[in-house]
């Protein structure tokens, strides 16, 4: 495996992109919501990387309260990049899985607890047998409320796994781009496809609300 492939990119490092986004061109495959950046009244946004983004948004999808799912990349340097961009690991860029909610009927916490135990958030750029900056584990927050529970979660969850210290990327969110249309909703349209979601068999302690 390429070192470059194992280490973020400098800006003078990461490929240059295009001015032209990638536009999904149909609905959502499972619940047919438009996939674009318009985010409904009363919704919230949370963007997350658990390695290979298919497995990932298909778990989010299947929760009540779930308003739609997208996948596409987030992180790094390089403006609307391919696919084939991000396996490079020149774009510095991360599989991701936009998850638009309503906290009326599914809360952040519970977001939250099942992104660290359905993957290994310990695993540094990789995930499982995929390898690369692009499976990393991340947690890319859309308010400052959210950020203090991601980081409060990450220390939870820590003193569960003990030692194995985490590895996750807990930032505020960047710019999203789509991912092509063939990545959107994957394990919908080829349900037998690969699903690399795996985690450590550890489960998030009871939150203690002050």
């Known amino acids: 495996m390429s070192p470059v492939k194992q280490t973020l990119p400098t800006e003078s490092q990461a490929l ?11 609905p959502h495959a499972v619940n047919g919501t438009l996939l674009n950046d318009d985010i409904p009244d009363n919704m919230e946004v949370l963007t997350i990387g658990m390695g290979c983004f298919w497995g990932a948004e298909r778990l989010f ?17 390089t403006p609307n990049p391919t696919y084939e961009e991000v396996c490079t690991g020149r774009t510095g860029h991360n599989e991701v899985v936009r ?15 099942l992104f660290w135990e359905k993957h290994d958030p310990t695993q540094g750029m990789r995930q499982g047998n995929d390898i690369g900056t692009q499976y990393r584990s991340a947690i890319y927050t859309h308010s400052d409320k959210q950020q203090q529970a991601a980081l ?25 781009y789509f991912a092509e249309d063939y990545h959107q909703q ?18 998030m302690p009871p939150q203690q609300k002050s």
């Open 99 to 113: 998850v638009i909610f309503d906290p009326r009927k599914i809360s952040l916490d519970t977001l939250l607890t």
């Open 16 to 26: 240059i992109g295009r001015a032209t986004p990638i536009v999904p061109s149909l």
């Open 186 to 203: 994957y394990l919908a349209k080829n349900p037998n496809g690969y699903c690399g979601l795996g985690g450590t068999g550890i489960c």
């Open 61 to 77: 999808w299947q929760q009540d309260g779930v308003y739609s799912t997208s996948v596409g990349y987030s992180g790094g340097l």
């Open 152 to 176: 409060e979660s990450q220390a939870l969850y820590q003193q569960a796994l003990g030692d194995t210290a985490i590895t996750t990327e807990i930032l505020p969110a960047g710019t999203f």
